[in-house]
């Protein structure tokens, strides 16, 4: 709604011409990112790029920012004398677009308590599972690492939120390297590393399994180790994150000097 109202009262409350075409380009990158997050996107033409973002509603989050911004100029303008007005219709707005998600919240009892902990290694039920994974096999299969050899012996784990290490020892050498999955499924932005000394690391490359779990290769004439596996932001989210920062910025910065003029005037 908020591009539709921006195009019939935008130009209409004359508007500062700089904060009219700020806002109207804050309008369009919203749009475009708005379009992106649906099936009208073609997405089948990118999949370098989909596999990267991962889940197209992603880019809602700089849609949102674009059109809060843009409506917080347009409602200023159309409220210049009743700042009281402004914010309490902003608040009953607020309050009446998230009534319908407290109500689901009440109603479905999907509220946290204090004695309430879902385990870290149940995460199918409450996560887009990637493909080849299975999620009755990923509840399973819990903290346990799978190697393609008969003879990968772990000794010690630690698992906290996205970040899982295992030291491990291989009791025979083998001709082929050797595949191990980390019991994390695996998403774009995993990094990983394998120590086998007190200053000796390697990096190792990340991949999906044949379980849809993060998956590393080590040589086959590594014998003991420790395989740390760890999940870093991608490009694309730094991005966003940078984009909506600016946004805010601009905004404050964009209201400081709206009230500054106000005043010389």
């Not at 075409?21 to 009208?40: C, M, N, P, Q, Y």
């Not at 000794?155 to 906290?160: P, V």
């Not at 999906?208 to 003991?224: L, S, W």
């Amino acid at each position: 709604l908020i591009p539709l109202l921006f195009l019939l009262f935008g130009k209409k409350n004359k508007m500062q011409d700089g904060i009219y075409r700020f806002s109207a380009v804050l309008i369009v990158t919203g749009s475009i990112f708005l379009i992106a997050s649906t099936d009208i996107f073609p997405w089948e033409q990118f999949p370098w790029l989909y596999n990267r973002i991962q889940f197209p509603w992603r880019s809602l989050m700089i849609p949102m920012c674009c059109f809060s911004a843009a409506a917080g100029f347009l409602w200023a303008s159309l409220f210049r004398k009743k700042k009281q007005v402004v914010v309490l219709s902003t608040l009953i707005i607020c309050l009446a677009g998230s009534l319908p998600l407290f109500m689901d919240v009440i109603r479905h009892d999907i509220y946290p308590s204090e004695e309430f902990r879902l385990e870290n290694n149940r995460i199918s039920g409450a996560e887009w599972l990637p493909l080849r994974a299975d999620g009755e096999f990923t509840d399973k299969n819990k903290n346990t690492v799978i190697a393609s050899v008969p003879d990968f012996i772990t000794f010690d784990f630690d698992r906290d939120g996205l970040c899982f290490s295992v030291d491990f020892e291989i009791q025979a050498a083998h001709a082929e390297k050797i595949m191990v999955e980390i019991p994390l499924l695996y998403y774009t932005g995993y990094q990983s590393k394998l120590f086998t000394g007190e200053s000796v690391e390697q990096n190792l490359a990340v991949y999906q399994g044949p379980h849809g779990f993060t998956t590393v290769e080590i040589d086959p004439d590594v014998r003991h180790g420790t395989i740390e596996v760890w999940y870093q932001k991608t490009k694309a989210q730094a991005a966003s994150e940078l984009f909506s920062a600016v946004l805010f910025l601009l905004a404050i910065g964009f209201s400081v000097l709206n009230k500054k003029s106000a005043d010389t005037v």
